[in-house]
């Protein structure tokens, strides 16, 4: 076997690969802050986390977040975190509202991922229904994709954040809520995510997962979550869908 020949096989199995879960996928369910687009390019993630610690903390509630929860870098773990002390209250309608609003703010400045816009528009225009199972609120993901005139592609399979906190991903809901309006079985599904909690979510709904990650940290997160399939980059499959 010459050297050309063992660098050019693994690619060659990727492609393989890809172009076997594309076949089977009638239906795409796509995470939003990740595969889509960075949306907090511009608006970083941390400081929206720690002003929710801080508004918190005005109010003399800190005691609520453990030590590991006080310095996080995802708002997400601040709004579980006070779901799990105060499921259903006033408290945590407020947070995940101010959470909605400064996702709001990041839409602007989000950096839309490579290949992603034509990846979407591709995957439509060949016959595949597409939705989003997000832990986003689905208010900042119609504003996003109506900014990118990729809406259309998407509407009406939205998927995302209430004020019921309990069905943030890893729970499968937003992907099983997806499945069951579309009329698709599990196996006739991918789910395109960039994290642990994405991973757990397909594979509790039962759905073939593809990870997305733009770098190596990312990428062991997902295969210490027991990913097998993940690409650094969308281009591959926009490849696979012109070929």
Same mark, same amino acid.
Not at 39 to 48: E, I, P, Q
Not at 89 to 103: C, F, G, I, P, Y
Not at 215 to 226: I, M, Q
């Given at each position: =076997?010459?050297?050309?020949? &063992?660098?050019?096989?693994?690619? !060659?199995?990727?492609?393989?690969?890809?172009?076997?879960?594309? %076949?089977?996928?009638?239906?795409?369910?796509?995470?939003?802050?990740?595969?889509?687009?960075?949306?907090?390019?511009?608006?970083?993630?941390?400081?929206?986390?720690?002003?929710? @610690?801080?508004?918190?903390?005005?109010?003399?509630?800190?005691?609520?977040?453990?030590?590991?929860?006080?310095? !996080?870098?995802?708002?997400?773990?601040?709004?579980?975190? @006070?779901n799990r002390r105060h499921p259903d209250s006033d408290l945590v309608a407020e947070l995940e509202e101010?959470?909605?609003?400064?996702?709001?703010?990041?839409?602007?400045?989000?950096?839309? !991922?490579?290949? &992603?816009?034509?990846?979407?528009r591709t995957w439509t225009a060949v016959g595949a229904r597409l939705a989003i199972a997000t832990n986003?609120?689905?208010? @900042?993901?119609?504003?996003?994709?109506?900014?990118?005139?990729?809406?259309?592609?998407?509407?009406?399979?939205?998927?995302?954040? !209430?004020?019921?906190?309990?069905?943030?991903?890893?729970?499968?809901?937003?992907?099983?809520?997806?499945?069951?309006? =579309?009329?698709?079985?599990?196996?006739?599904?991918?789910?395109?995510?960039?994290?642990? %909690?994405?991973?757990?979510?397909?594979?509790?709904?039962?759905?073939?997962?593809?990870?997305?990650?733009?770098?190596?940290?990312? #990428?062991?997160?997902?295969?210490?979550?027991? &990913?097998?399939?993940?690409?650094?980059?969308?281009?591959?499959?926009?490849?696979?869908?012109? #070929?």
């Amino acid at each position: =076997m010459t050297s050309d020949t &063992a660098q050019t096989e693994p690619v !060659t199995a990727q492609a393989e690969r890809l172009q076997e879960l594309i %076949t089977h996928a009638r239906v795409v369910l796509w995470d939003f802050d990740g595969p889509i687009c960075r949306l907090f390019a511009g608006h970083s993630a941390t400081r929206v986390a720690a002003e929710l @610690v801080e508004w918190l903390e005005r109010r003399g509630l800190h005691g609520l977040l453990a030590e590991g929860e006080l310095d !996080t870098e995802d708002p997400h773990v601040v709004l579980r975190a @006070v779901n799990r002390r105060h499921p259903d209250s006033d408290l945590v309608a407020e947070l995940e509202e101010r959470l909605t609003q400064e996702e709001l703010r990041a839409v602007p400045s989000a950096l839309p !991922t490579a290949f &992603a816009d034509p990846l979407i528009r591709t995957w439509t225009a060949v016959g595949a229904r597409l939705a989003i199972a997000t832990n986003n609120s689905p208010q @900042v993901v119609r504003e996003y994709l109506a900014s990118r005139q990729l809406l259309e592609c998407f509407t009406p399979h939205i998927y995302g954040r !209430t004020q019921d906190l309990q069905y943030l991903k890893p729970h499968p809901y937003y992907l099983n809520r997806a499945l069951t309006a =579309m009329g698709t079985a599990p196996s006739d599904a991918l789910f395109i995510g960039d994290t642990p %909690t994405d991973c757990q979510a397909a594979r509790d709904a039962g759905v073939p997962f593809l990870g997305y990650a733009r770098n190596e940290r990312k #990428g062991k997160l997902l295969l210490d979550a027991g &990913a097998t399939d993940i690409v650094g980059s969308l281009k591959p499959l926009l490849e696979s869908l012109w #070929g």
